[in-house]
Every structure is written in structure tokens, then in C-alpha cells.
């Protein structure tokens, strides 16, 4: 499919647009295409299981233990299971990433949700109910973002020699801008930092359709 426009906001995820799976004409300068090869996007894998029982404190919602199997696991949706009315059904969402998650891969797919919840045992388990989380649960889903075909991967992070070339990802050319995380260059990347420079894309969009003084 090819589109044509005089004004384009490129959102392209960094992998994507860095292995040129979306061509340009006339084509990127090379500046950018060198950034986009520089700052690095990482994979990420993520764990859904699927509960029938509560076994974790009341006011117990998010958990970060690195040295663990799954570095973060958290409850969604969060606000519903933290008002404390009894659910027919909790989601507990196990989050890892970079080189750890390509290696979690390598497991078969029942393994890493049966790893995850004997990880959620030691974490909650007690003298009466040991194993709460293998008990709990009844069903599974693994995302492994890397395979994607249309994100290549989770977000980016601080990479060795990316110093300045955000700000190059950033620079529109011609009638072509850019947004998305990567693109930012004042936080950490998140939503909250792809928000922002959607909405910096949106004002030079606009600021490019005002009419230029004569001198």
C-alpha cells in the first residue's frame, strides 16, 4: 500500500522503522536512519494468569522483586481489584524484559506460566495454603512482543553511544514528523513520554501550516 500526503506523523516503533520494513521517497537522510539504528529497542515477554482465588494482601496490587523469574507482576485492572469486592476472576500479569525474556522464550509456554506461579507460592504462599497461586489458576497467555510483526519488540531504553540521537529521531524532515517514545528525549520512555511527543508532533503540524513572513 503506498500513501500519499502532504503532511505525515510518522509513529513507527523503533525496530521497524530501523529494519525499513515502511519505505519513504523520497528516503530518510541517513542521519536519521543512523539514529534509529542506535538507540536500542528491547523485547519484552509478558505473563497473563488467570485466577479463581485471592491469596495476596488487600492493599497489594503491584510487586517488583528483581532477583525473581519475573522481575514485576502486577493486578489488572488494578483499580477494580483494589476496591476489595470479591471477583469472580483476577489477572496477574507477570512483566520481563531485555535479554532475560529471549531466554524465557526458550521454554515451552506451559513451563513459564508454571514457573510464574510457583515464583507467586514462594511470594504469598503460607503454612495453610502453600502453592495459593498454582491452585488458582485456570488459564495462561504468553506475549512475546518480539514477534509481533507490527511493534518488533517493547519500547527503548538508554543505549551505550545514543546520546543526542533522540533528538535526531525527533527532527522532522520535510513534511514528515516523528512521535513516539523513542522520540523522547526528556523521560524515561513511557506512555506518559509517547503522549507528550504525540502532542509535539500535533503543534509542528499545525506551526507548519502557518504562513511564513516575507522578509
Known sequence: EAIQADRVIVTLPLNVLR?????F??????????????VTQSNCVKVILRLND???PEDCWDVVCADSFMPEVWLTPAAAVLKGSPMSEYY?????AGDRATRIMQLPEAEIARKMCLQLDAMFGSVNKPAPASAACTGFIVQDWSTEALAKGAYSHPSLGAHGMRSALSTPVGGL??????????INPCVQGAMETGMRAAAQVRESFQPRAKL
Open 92 to 96: 496477574m500479569v507477570g512483566f520481563v
Open 19 to 23: 529494519d525499513g520494513d515502511v519505505q
Open 54 to 56: 485471592r491469596f495476596w
Open 25 to 38: 521517497k523520497p528516503p530518510l537522510p541517513r542521519e536519521k536512519t543512523a539514529a534509529a539504528g542506535v
Open 177 to 186: 514528523f516523528f512521535a513516539g517514545e523513542a522520540t523522547q528525549e526528556d
